[in-house]
């Protein structure tokens, strides 16, 4: 039978003075007994504040408080009867370390009734209310038992917690309210491993909220230092875990300098090749952000980074693959050298062989896009012409997505470096696809056909395709509208007078409203407009224009 919170209360008021007047007898260890006895002096008080909260009889938190201090005071009493017999008959070195216990056990009681006090558990109300009202409760009370009480308890209060989080993402955002953060953070420093790694898995779920993340980048260098630790020396598990919660942190560019330096690329890298699927997975998209500052990418030379990414590339889940790719087009971007070292490696194969087993659709755009930065270096363009992947580009151009029709548009744009080039791409089949690319909505497409088409344009075979198809002069003439904005005027402009030379192309632009619009970028001094305007004008179409 369990017995009332007020009786253990009155035990341990009672044993305390018991004790201190069974310490000034003793004679043996009496340094140590000194200590408990000056702890002992600051007990009273703090259980007297402890009793004065109403709900102090019905608290959970109290209740297992008070019998554990009460249950201490009770093995004190017990020890004190045998250090006063001088045979030690439990043993000197025992006697000793029951001692030290005795210590140990009675600093975590003054600490726990000062967390329980301070905490504001002990004045909340525990019955009634709406759901949000319980778990802020329950937040709250976890919190504190997260503070209290020995590995055991503070344990079992985490996997209570860990259901409440992964519940709800309401809940989440309750509990961080409630200040489970920093309360977490504080935990990463735990002697014990389990507390540890499920701390760790707290975190990265409150790293998964969005609107919660600045409580995480708040607590600053110390939540890294411990991450990049558990990164070097945690469990599979808690390694990926660590990942999540870092890959929500890395946006941030004091943040990603603080991974760089403290070796934490080095660690990601050696997941990304040890790693599970999906911790590699997550450490790419690490490395991926952490790629996209400049003064970082030293960091990953250094650590040879490049043929560990290519072979997360050849190996890795698909998130895995796509995150690589996009690390590699960062580090690429402004480096030759990077970029020959990613066709020695056996880059271009690998992307190739990575599109060909893709489903068309989003996790291709970041495949074309390390194909155009690739290809900006006209060594490799030539190189990836030779590989076939024209016919690619010229697919995606029909893909469902806009981001990875605008991509393929972008790279077949850069690809085009020379005349056999160019007509390869007319004769592939890459017209028509960038024409319907005129009427699509987003602003980005338009510009991106119209780009391309500009400099396909230059050929006359690919020209006379373009005529052919009905909705490409309409489609151009549109884009000359000045409320058409966020769209450079010099494209359509140069599409439109590759062709103006023709006779029947100029009737067409001045049916779809050219004269108009040129006009207006006339006065708005567009490079180009008034050279088309007056190809426009020849032809006795001179009635069409205002005169001087």
């Known amino acids: 039978m369990?017995?009332?919170?007020?009786?253990?209360?009155?035990?341990?008021?009672?044993?305390?003075?018991?004790?201190?007047?069974?310490?000034?007898?003793?004679?043996?260890?009496?340094?140590?007994?000194?200590?408990?006895?000056?702890?002992?002096?600051?007990?009273?008080?703090?259980?007297?504040?402890?009793?004065?909260?109403?709900?102090?009889?019905?608290?959970?938190?109290?209740?297992?408080?008070?019998?554990?201090?009460?249950?201490?005071?009770?093995?004190?009493?017990?020890?004190?009867?045998?250090?006063?017999?001088?045979?030690?008959?439990a043993g000197k070195l025992r006697t000793q370390s029951d001692i030290d216990s005795v210590i140990s056990k009675l600093d975590r009681h003054v600490h726990d009734i000062e967390i329980l006090i301070k905490s504001g558990v002990m004045n909340q109300e525990t019955g009634g209310g709406s759901k949000r009202e319980t778990v802020r409760v329950e937040s709250r009370n976890l919190i504190t038992r997260l503070q209290i009480g020995d590995f055991e308890g503070r344990s079992a209060a985490m996997d209570t917690l860990l259901g409440l989080l992964q519940e709800d993402d309401k809940n989440v955002l309750i509990a961080v309210a409630q200040g489970v953060v920093p309360v977490l953070v504080k935990l990463l420093d735990s002697s014990c491993l389990e507390i540890k790694e499920k701390s760790v898995f707290a975190i990265s779920r409150v790293s998964l909220i969005d609107s919660s993340k600045h409580v995480l980048i708040a607590e600053g260098v110390l939540l890294l230092n411990h991450l990049l630790r558990v990164l070097e020396s945690g469990s599979?598990?808690?390694?990926?875990?660590?990942?999540?919660?870092?890959?929500?942190?890395?946006?941030?560019?004091?943040?990603?300098?603080?991974?760089?330096?403290?070796?934490?690329?080095?660690?990601?890298?050696?997941?990304?090749?040890?790693?599970?699927?999906?911790?590699?997975?997550?450490?790419?998209?690490?490395?991926?952000?952490?790629?996209?500052?400049?003064?970082?990418?030293?960091?990953?030379?250094?650590?040879?980074?490049?043929?560990?990414?290519?072979?997360?590339?050849?190996?890795?889940?698909?998130?895995?693959?796509?995150?690589?790719?996009?690390?590699?087009?960062?580090?690429?971007?402004?480096?030759?050298?990077l970029k020959l070292l990613v066709v020695r490696e056996g880059g271009i194969e690998c992307l190739k062989n990575f599109w060909d087993s893709s489903a068309m659709g989003r996790s291709i755009e970041s495949a074309i896009g390390l194909l155009r930065n690739m290809g900006s270096y006209r060594p490799i363009a030539e190189v990836i012409v030779a590989d076939g992947f024209i016919n690619r580009l010229v697919g995606a151009l029909s893909c469902g997505v806009s981001g990875v029709r605008v991509a393929a548009s972008k790279a077949i744009y850069e690809l085009g470096f020379s005349t056999k080039t160019r007509k390869e791409m007319g004769d592939c089949g890459c017209i028509p696809p960038l024409v319907r690319m005129l009427d699509m909505k987003a602003i980005e497409e338009k510009e991106a056909s119209a780009m391309t088409l500009s400099s396909l344009m230059q050929l006359g075979s690919n020209r006379r395709i373009f005529q052919k198809d009905e909705r490409g002069i309409l489609g151009t003439v549109q884009l000359l509208d000045p409320l058409v904005q966020n769209l450079d005027k010099k494209y359509p402009i140069s599409i439109l007078l590759a062709i103006a030379h023709l006779k029947k192309c100029r009737k067409e632009m001045v049916a779809a409203g050219a004269c108009g619009h040129l006009q207006k970028l006339v006065e708005m001094d567009i490079e180009g407009a008034k050279k088309l305007m007056e190809s426009l004008s020849r032809g006795k179409l001179w009635g069409v224009f205002p005169r001087p």
């Open 2 to 89: 369990k017995l009332p919170e007020t009786h253990h209360y009155q035990i341990s008021s009672s044993l305390i003075p018991l004790l201190i007047e069974e310490i000034n007898d003793i004679q043996t260890f009496k340094g140590k007994w000194l200590v408990i006895k000056s702890k002992l002096n600051d007990l009273p008080t703090q259980l007297k504040d402890l009793s004065d909260f109403p709900n102090f009889t019905t608290n959970p938190l109290s209740s297992d408080l008070l019998i554990s201090v009460s249950q201490t005071l009770t093995d004190s009493l017990t020890l004190v009867k045998n250090c006063k017999n001088p045979n030690f008959s």
């Open 236 to 337: 599979g598990f808690a390694k990926e875990k660590a990942c999540v919660t870092l890959q929500a942190l890395s946006f941030s560019r004091e943040n990603a300098r603080g991974i760089g330096c403290r070796g934490g690329i080095c660690s990601l890298l050696a997941i990304c090749q040890s790693g599970t699927p999906s911790s590699q997975a997550v450490a790419a998209g690490v490395l991926r952000n952490l790629s996209g500052f400049s003064e970082i990418r030293q960091n990953f030379i250094e650590e040879n980074a490049v043929p560990v990414l290519i072979g997360l590339i050849s190996s890795g889940t698909v998130v895995a693959q796509e995150n690589a790719i996009e690390c590699l087009h960062n580090l690429v971007s402004e480096d030759e050298n």
